[in-house]
């Protein structure tokens, strides 16, 4: 449903539009009064566009660990302890050397909170003791964590580029650390 124009010469030779929840289409007048409305896909769109789109979505995926609560929250909604331990118990397939990450609770309540300001997790605050709090992806969130499953499995497929990216990280680390090297306690 068009809510704004944006210009002219869309698909087809209609105009451009912003729709609700800030998708770009496209609207074609067809028979005179009835109007045929369309989303734009990628090869729509400018290689700027593009680009510009992109860096956005890396700015609104920027806090470490939103794919995770996207991938927790995409079975429904958790009560606040539940999404909690359900990050804190990922297994790690056999052979991995690297350790299981660790999310800690301020940084779990920073990460909610930065999505439910961009709209991508709704809360509710129950009304009796305990008062805890349920969190739920939004139908656009849930879009969003449909894309991570793909992005997964372009992971598995290509783990040797990961795995480049982890030894770089570790090295960068060891160096920052002092090379790894710790100083006898005194006394």
């Known amino acids: ?101 660790m999310i800690q609770e301020a940084v779990l309540t920073r990460t909610l909170r930065w999505m439910q300001r961009r709209g991508l997790v709704e809360r509710a605050r129950e009304r009796v003791f305990p008062f805890g709090t349920v969190y739920w992806l939004t139908p656009e969130a849930k879009e969003l964590a449909d894309l991570v499953t793909p992005m997964a499995q372009w992971a598995a497929a290509h783990e040797e580029l990961l795995e480049v990216d982890r030894r770089e990280w570790s090295e960068r680390r060891r160096r920052k650390n002092g090379g790894g090297k710790r100083l006898p306690r005194s006394g």
């Open 1 to 101: 449903m068009p809510v704004t124009q944006r210009g002219v010469g869309g698909v087809g030779g209609g105009e451009t539009v912003a729709l609700r929840g800030g998708t770009v289409g496209w609207a074609r007048r067809v028979c005179g009064s009835s109007v045929e409305v369309g989303v734009m896909g990628t090869e729509d769109l400018s290689g700027p566009d593009r680009r510009i789109l992109l860096h956005d979505l890396r700015r609104t995926l920027s806090p470490g660990w939103l794919p995770d609560v996207l991938v927790a929250l995409s079975g429904g909604p958790l009560p606040y302890t539940g999404l909690l331990r359900t990050l804190r118990t990922y297994e790690v397939p056999r052979g991995r050397r690297w350790p299981q990450p």
